[in-house]
């Protein structure tokens, strides 16, 4: 199929997790990380070689970190949805666990209506 032929597709993502598809830029804000963006981003991509389950889930160490206060949840949510619609993306199903977005204190029904917020 020819790249053209995409051209009056519509973009549609039913799986898409939200810890995994922040930008970095977000990320350096929601965590105040210091680091440069390009350090960043290796940071939230699994690498080519990666050879465990366990490797690959460091990527979500500090995605994990910025989901731990509302503001920064309705950020998240919005920062992948705008990515999204930038893409021409037409629909899309986030999905995250937000069991691990309490670790400082929020309750679940403060993360979920931080969601939706966003």
């Not at 939230?44 to 206060?69: G, M, R, W």
């Not at 629909?91 to 979920?112: K, Q, T, V």
């Amino acid at each position: 199929m020819e790249h053209n032929d995409f051209k009056n597709k519509i973009l549609l993502d039913l799986h898409c997790h939200l810890d995994g598809s922040f930008s970095p830029e977000f990320i350096k804000k929601a965590t105040g990380d210091s680091r440069d963006l390009t350090i960043l981003n290796k940071l939230l991509s699994a690498p080519d070689n990666c050879c465990s389950l366990t490797e690959y889930l460091t990527c979500f160490d500090l995605p994990i970190k910025a989901l731990q206060t509302k503001e920064n949840i309705t950020s998240g949510v919005l920062d992948v949805l705008s990515k999204a619609h930038n893409d021409g993306m037409k629909y899309i199903e986030l999905r995250f666990a937000p069991s691990c977005s309490m670790e400082e204190g929020l309750s679940l029904p403060e993360i979920y209506e931080a969601a939706i917020t966003g």
